[in-house]
Structures are given as C-alpha cells and as structure tokens.
C-alpha cells in the first residue's frame, strides 16, 4: 500500500526534493521481495523509467538538478529487477535494454554523470545476468559490446599510441572511487554479453575484441583508490 502511494505521488509534477525523497523510500521497500509483489506492474515501471529519463530518446542531460532524481530512479529499478522475476519480464516488453544503452550514450561526453552511468551499467549487469534474452538482444541487435567497451574506456580515460595499444603512463594517479565503480560495472555486463561469444565471424567483431583487449591490458595496469578496490577491478 505504502509503495502503491509513493508511486501515484511520483506521477505527479512535485518538486525535486520531494522525489528524491520518496525514491530513497521506495528504493528501501524494494529490497523486500513479499512489497514488491503488488506494485510491480507496467505503469510503476514507466513511472520509474521516466523519472530516470529512460523515455526519452533525444533530449540530452542538461539540467544538473534532476541527476540526484535520475541516480536514485535507476537505483530503485535495479532492486525491483532483482527482486522480480515479473519485473524481469516487463523489461523485456518494454526495451529496457534499449533505453538503457542510449542513456549510457548521452553520458559518454558529459560532466557531473558519473553516479549515472554507474547505476545505468549496474542495471544492464543485472538484466544480462537475469534475462537470457536481453542478454542476447544487447549481444545482436544493440550494440552492447561495442556500447559497454566504449563504458569502460570512458571510465579508465585510455588514451591511444596505436589502433590496439593504449598509452602506458606509469605515473597516473589512482581512479576515483567513481570512476573504479564504473568500470567494474561495466566489466561485468561485459562479461555477461561476451559469455557465449566462443566463435567470431565477422571482420567488425573482430575488431571489436581486440580493441576490447587491449583496453583489458589497459585496465590490469590501472590502480584504484585503494588496494581493495583495485583487487575488485582485477
């Protein structure tokens, strides 16, 4: 009942504070699977798609005081995709996937969308790993590999000597916490994407693995801001 309200609450025009504070709300009753149950529908799911900017195709990230909105809208959307296999299904029906990759695009040359991006990687590790079929469609009709290379590129800032080899700066300073958490979301819908790529057939995916291992190599030489982080993205 309390999640159904929170929900008709942000479907309707309020101020940013107000539903920064009701997201962090829900974002904690979605952690129990028995609340989940009668909220997870369509509607809740575009209310939440919409808030995190998920809806729309063109319009960039602008306004700076709606990320707080957009972070915890996709933190919201990762617990309930966790927690419900309905929730799972829906994503599917209604291109999740999709919507996601085009976000993470709009975050490729921009400012201030670290956390973001973060979340947005997150969502799509969860859906690779829990869907079968989005993991194909990401695989075959998005992009994803060339999508969640680019990711991980942007996040560890790989500059090029060469076509397959990344500049070695041994005196570059650790990655934020940040940036490591980026990337390590990234490794992770990566390796959920590539899992059944045993055989390459075409020329562009061939490139496109090599370029990705070299930006692996990349990443193995890239320290993060504490050993323990750095251990996680290993």
């Given at each position: 009942?309390?999640?159904?309200?929170?929900?008709?609450i942000?479907?309707?025009?309020?101020?940013?504070?107000?539903q920064v504070?009701?997201?962090e709300?829900?974002?904690?009753?979605?952690?129990?699977?028995?609340v989940l149950?009668p909220?997870?529908?369509?509607?809740?799911?575009q209310i939440?798609?919409?808030?995190?900017?998920l809806?729309?195709?063109?319009?960039?990230?602008?306004?700076?005081?709606?990320?707080?909105v957009i972070?915890?809208a996709l933190?919201?959307?990762?617990?309930?995709?966790?927690?419900?296999?309905?929730?799972?299904?829906?994503?599917l029906?209604?291109?999740?996937?999709?919507?996601l990759?085009n976000?993470?695009?709009?975050c490729?040359?921009?400012?201030?969308v670290?956390?973001?991006?973060?979340?947005?990687?997150?969502?799509?590790?969860?859906?690779?790993l829990?869907?079968?079929?989005?993991?194909?469609?990401?695989?075959?009709?998005?992009?994803?590999?060339?999508?969640?290379?680019?990711?991980?590129?942007?996040?560890?800032?790989?500059?090029?000597?060469?076509?397959?080899?990344?500049?070695e700066?041994?005196?570059?300073?650790?990655?934020?916490?940040?940036?490591?958490?980026?990337?390590?979301?990234?490794?992770?819908a990566l390796?959920?994407?590539?899992?059944?790529?045993?055989?390459?057939?075409?020329?562009?995916?061939?490139?496109?693995?090599?370029?990705?291992?070299?930006?692996?190599?990349?990443?193995?030489?890239?320290?993060?801001?504490?050993?323990?982080?750095?251990?996680?993205?290993?």
């Open positions: 009942k309390l999640c159904e309200e929170i929900l008709n942000l479907d309707k025009d309020t101020k940013t504070s107000c504070a009701c997201l709300a829900l974002r904690i009753l979605s952690r129990d699977k028995k149950v909220v997870t529908t369509k509607r809740n799911m939440l798609m919409k808030l995190a900017k809806d729309t195709v063109e319009d960039p990230l602008e306004r700076v005081s709606e990320f707080p972070v915890e933190k919201c959307l990762c617990n309930i995709i966790f927690n419900s296999s309905v929730a799972q299904k829906l994503s029906e209604l291109n999740l996937a999709a919507m990759c976000l993470l695009q709009k490729k040359d921009r400012q201030l670290d956390a973001i991006k973060c979340f947005d990687l997150r969502l799509l590790f969860l859906l690779s829990l869907h079968t079929d989005i993991r194909a469609q990401l695989r075959q009709e998005l992009q994803g590999v060339q999508v969640l290379t680019q990711a991980l590129e942007s996040s560890l800032s790989v500059r090029w000597t060469e076509e397959y080899k990344a500049a700066d041994r005196d570059r300073p650790p990655l934020s916490l940040q940036e490591t958490d980026c990337a390590i979301e990234a490794l992770k390796f959920n994407v590539t899992l059944d790529s045993w055989n390459v057939h075409s020329k562009n995916e061939s490139h496109q693995f090599r370029y990705m291992a070299a930006i692996l190599r990349h990443c193995l030489l890239t320290t993060g801001p504490t050993e323990e982080k750095t251990e996680e993205l290993h």
